[in-house]
């Protein structure tokens, strides 16, 4: 059983940092897809940025366009968590953030694409 809880998220000021953690449990991260995804009120859930783990041990980052510079995404396998350090954060990235989790061949970018989610984590940013 895959169990993904997220933390970290709060109320910032336009240009603020936060640093979102998602601790998971009962996963295996070789060949495998993790990600950040969001959603605002009365919109669709968006791709926020997403990380392959091959099973060789190859990396790989997606990152959307809107937040390419500003946030990164990382994973520390030895506490089994998946970071999201947001940075020069704007009204616009408020919403709730949700972690999710699959199986995978390569860099998943769809929410559909993942099996396993967080009950996900509140960013509010204020002009």
């Known amino acids: 059983q895959v169990q993904l809880v997220e933390s970290g998220g709060g109320s910032v000021q336009a240009g603020g940092s936060l640093r979102l953690s998602c601790v998971a449990s009962?996963?295996?991260?070789?060949?495998?897809?993790m990600g950040w995804f969001r959603q605002a009120p009365g919109k669709e859930r968006e791709v926020v940025a997403t990380?392959?783990?091959?099973?060789?041990?190859?990396?790989?980052?997606y990152y959307a366009d809107s937040v390419k510079g500003r946030f990164t995404i990382s994973q520390d396998s030895a506490k089994d968590t998946l970071y999201l350090q947001m940075n020069s954060l704007k009204p616009e990235d408020t919403a709730m953030y949700s972690c999710?989790?699959?199986?995978?061949?390569?860099?998943?970018?769809?929410?559909?694409?993942?099996?396993?989610w967080g009950q996900g984590t509140q960013v509010t940013v204020a002009s």
């Open positions: 009962g996963y295996i991260y070789r060949d495998s897809c």
């Open positions: 990380i392959h783990n091959g099973y060789n041990g190859y990396r790989t980052t």
């Open positions: 999710a989790a699959s199986s995978c061949a390569g860099i998943r970018t769809r929410p559909d694409n993942y099996n396993y």
